[in-house]
């Protein structure tokens, strides 16, 4: 169904050095409140906290807390800052040798981000589909409610069957297991993904210096 020169790319850690969610949302949210929220879950108590929760619920309390603060804005206003933040705060963060990869191909992008982030960098890249975590509207207002795709991923790239991939994400190893052809970008984690693909053939990997935040 899907040529041979079709890539999924992942987008936060692989397109750019960035957690696009959170850093979108401290882009434009000034609130005390979210600030508290941030400084809670930057803490030893909040992180573990979180990861409790979600091991066993499997929901992101940090994530949809922070999200619930873009209820309000309008689709529209959503659209011109997801804009302004790939210019100001995405660009000058991209992964060179990720971006260099990416010509010539079909670029089908895939990441947990928000589908107002994901649909901005898929204008930009010509990318010909885009599958990200949805955000909820009600009469074009946001509700601060969203749809998490890793939850449904599996369900959703069920059908992609002849692709390359680029991730620096260990939840997507189905996939990379499954490649043509396997671009993984490492933080200090290379022999991990080592040990995990065993010595799969057709893969390659990108070693980024800067820490993961």
């Known amino acids: ?118 649909q901005t960098i898929a204008s930009h890249l010509h990318a010909s589909a885009y599958h990200a975590s949805k955000l909820h509207y009600q009469d074009n207002i946001c509700t601060g409610q969203y749809e998490d795709l890793l939850l449904t991923k599996k369900r959703v790239l069920q059908h992609y069957t002849v692709y390359d991939i680029i991730t620096d994400n260990l939840t997507d190893i189905d996939l990379v297991r499954r490649a043509q052809h396997a671009t993984i970008v490492t933080y200090n984690n290379q022999k991990r ?5 065993n010595a799969q053939q057709n893969t390659t990997y990108i070693h980024v210096t800067q820490s993961r935040y």
């Not at 850690?13 to 508290?36: A, C």
């Not at 705060?89 to 895939?110: D, F, M």
Request: proline share 2%.
């Open 193 to 197: 993904w080592e040990k995990l693909l």
């Open 1 to 118: 169904m899907k040529t041979k020169n079709t890539i999924l790319v992942d987008i936060c850690w692989t397109l750019f050095s960035s957690n696009t969610t959170f850093d979108f949302l401290d882009f434009i949210v000034q609130d005390k409140g979210y600030i508290r929220m941030r400084k809670f879950y930057s803490s030893w108590f909040g992180r573990r906290f979180n990861l409790f929760i979600y091991k066993i619920f499997h929901h992101d309390c940090q994530r949809s807390h922070g999200i619930k603060y873009l209820q309000g804005y309008t689709y529209q206003q959503l659209q011109q800052l997801a804009e302004q933040f790939y210019h100001e705060y995405l660009l000058p963060r991209r992964i060179a040798p990720v971006w260099t990869l990416l010509e010539g191909r079909e670029i089908i992008l895939v990441s947990g981000t928000l589908d107002i982030i994901a």
